[in-house]
C-alpha cells in the first residue's frame, strides 16, 4: 500500500509503524495530507471513522491533525497524520471530497484553531457564536477562558430555502416531552418537508478538556458520564485504548463478563426505543408493555452493577466480576424478557395502522448512508451490515452476525434493533454459560505507560471510539472521543425530508440518536 | 365491532401482573403520603416542566422510569406537562450549559406563579463533574432559585419521589417555597 501511494500519488511518507496491534500510523507532510486520505479513502472504500486534532506544540512543536479510516477486510484502523505550523495551523480540506470529514473538520477548527483551505461550511458547531467570542479554542494546552458568561452578539446562519409558499418551522432546543436539547429547522411547503437542518451543541459541557489530567482510573470513572445511555460501551472504548497502550491481555472472564453487561446495555435500549415508536404513533399498550420490559432490564442492571446503567463496573484490565448466582439472575432475566419482547413485537407487527405509520416512512438510501458515515442499526437497516462486534475474536467464537435490512425506512430500523435484541439476549446466555467455567482471576493491574491508542466498542447505536494518549505521568493528555451519534444526525436530516412533519418523532426515534455523545 | 370483541374475548388479557416486589412497599407509602400532599397543596396534581440543559440522558431515562407502569408516579398527582405555561414546578438536570442558559432562563419565565425549581442529579446541583468545565455554569442554582435537590447519579425514581415529599413538607410548616 505504501508503495501504491508513492507511485500512484507521490507521496512519501513522513514515517510509518504499526502501534498497538491492530493500528497502522502513517505521518505524512501537510501538504500530502489531503492526498494521503483520499488515497486511504479509496482503498479501503470506508467513510472517515474519526478526524481530530492534538496539540502537541510542547512535546514537538506542532499541531497534529489525524485522520482514521477502518479498513475492515484487514481489520486494521490506518490513522493518516499531518503535523502543522505551531503559529498558523492550516491544511487542505477534505470535505468536497470526502463528506464524512466535513464535521470533525469543523469540531477541529472551533476546538484548536485550526485552519482549513477550501471549506464549504466554516460556521462554528458546539461553541455557538451568541454565547462565545471569537478566537478562545478552548482544546489548545495554553486556552485562556474568555471570562463570565455573556451575549457575544453574533448570529448562527441557517440555510435559507426559499421559494413561493415555503415556510420555516423552528422547533426546540427545550421540546415538549422529556428528552436532549437540540433545534430542529424545518422548511416546508405544504405538508412535506423540503429541508430539515438540525443544530446541536446544546449539552455540550467540554467533556474532552475534563479528561486531560486526570489519571487514567479518575478518567475511565468519567467517560462513563458522557452518554449516561450507553455509559458501559463508552467506558469500554475507554479502558480499550489503555489496555493497549499499556500492552495488557484482559483475563477471558472479564471479556466474558463485559460482553455480558455490554448486550444488557444494548437490549434495555432497544426495548425503550420499541416502546418510544409505539408512543410516537400513540399507540400506548405495547409502549407501556415495552417500558415494563426495560424496567426489568434496568433493575437487572442495578442488581449486578450496583447501577442501573451500569456504572462503575468496569475497570482498566478487568471488571468487578460476575458471581455464579449472578448468573443464575441473567439468564432468568433474559427468558423473561425473551418472551416479553416476543409478546410486543406481535402486537406492533399485528397492527395494520402501526404498520402504515413505519413503512416506507424516512428512508435513507444506503448511498447517503454510506456518504455520509452513518453507522450502527440505522447504517444495518440501509443495507450496510457493519457492527464492530466483528472485530471481537469472542463475538466471532460466538458465530456473531450482524443484522441487516435493505429498505432504509422506520420499520427496516425497528427490524434491525428487534433482530438485535435477540441476537444480544442468545449472545449473552452464550457468554454466561461459558463464564461458569471460566477460570477465575481478578483484573489485571494496568500500569499506565505513555502512548496513545484508538479504542473501541459497539454501543447500541453503534462503534464509540476513543482516541487516548497518555503522558509520561500516566495522565490523559488528549482523550477524543467520537460517538456514532456525530455522523448520525446527518443521516437522520437527510432521511426526513420528503416526509410530513408530524412524522419526524417517529423518524427521530427510529434513529434514537445521542444528544450528549454528540455535544461532548 | 363483534369480530374485535371476540377476538380480545378470545386472547384473553394480554398484560402481565406487574410484579409487586419491582417497587418496594417503601415506594408505594412513600407515593401515598406524596398524594396526600398534593391533593392538599395543589388541588388534584402537581405539573412538572422538565429541562435538560446539559445532563447525559441518565438522568432523562430515570424521570422517564418514573413514569413507566411499575413506578408509574402520575398516580400519585405528578405529571409532565410539554409547556412551561401548564407547570408549577421546573425540573432542571444537566451542569447548565452555556448554550442552555438562554433557553433555561426563558422557559422559567414562561411559567406562571407561584413557580418553584428542582434541581435532579449531581450535575445539576453544582454542576458535579464538569463543575470546572469552561462551558457550564455549575448547576441551575447559579441562575435561579433552587427549592429542592434530587439526589443520585441518575436518582432512583424514588429519590425522586422522596425529594418532592420533603419539599411539599416544607411546604406544610413554612408556606411558599422561596421564588
Redesign the interface.
Known sequence: MLRLLRDREGVSPVSFRLNAGDEAHLEVRPGDFRKACLFAHNVSGAPVSTLFAEDQRAERRRFFIRCVFCLRQERIWLVVSAGLDPEAPEYDSLANDIFSAALFEREADEMFGLKRRGAFDDRPL???P???PEGFH?LRKD?R?PGP?GQAGRDYAFRRVEGEGVFEVPVG??H??????GHFRFSAAGEPVLNLEIRL???????E??FEGRTAAEALA?SE?????A?FAHSLAFSDAVEKICGVKTPEEHLLARGILLELERMYNHA?DLGGLATDVGFG?PA??A??L???L??LNGKLAGS??L?GFNRLGGTCGLTVPMLDEIEAALASALK?FS?IMN?LYGSASFMDRVEETGVLPQKTAAELGVSGPAARASGIAWDMREFSPLYRRAGFRPARQAQGDVLARLRVRAAEFEESARLARGFSTALRTAPRSGPVSVEPVEGCALGCAESWRGPVLCWVRLGRDGRVERCKVTDPSFLGWEGLAQAVPGNIIPDFPLCNKSFNL???GNDL | MTRIFLESLRKGR???A?KAS?AGPEYEKAGQELRALIARHFGRSLQIR????????????????A?????DIQRFGVD?A??PRHADALLVT??V???????LLR?YEAMSGPKFVITCGDCALDGG??K??????GGAGALLPVAAHVPG??P?PMALVEALLRLLDRLNTEGQPKM
Not at chain 2, 132 to 137: G, L, P, R
Open positions: 458546539r461553541l455557538h451568541e454565547v462565545w478552548p486556552f477562558h458568561r432546543p427545550v415538549a416531552g422529556i428528552i436532549g436539547p451543541g446544546f449539552t455540550h459541557r467540554g467533556a478538556k475534563l468519567f458520564l458522557v452518554d449516561g445511555e455509559a425503550g399498550f407501556a408493555c417500558a415494563a426495560k424496567e426489568d434496568l433493575a442501573r446503567y456504572k416479553d409478546g402486537i445521542s444528544y450528549p | 394480554l398484560s402481565r406487574v419491582s422538565e429541562v435538560d440543559a446539559g445532563s447525559c440522558g441518565a438522568c432523562e431515562s430515570e424521570i422517564i422510569s413514569c413507566n407502569p411499575i413506578y409532565f410539554a409547556s444537566g451542569p450549559t452555556r448554550n442552555m442558559e438562554t433557553a422557559t463533574a464538569f470546572d468545565s469552561y462551558y457550564c455554569a447519579c441518575p432512583h
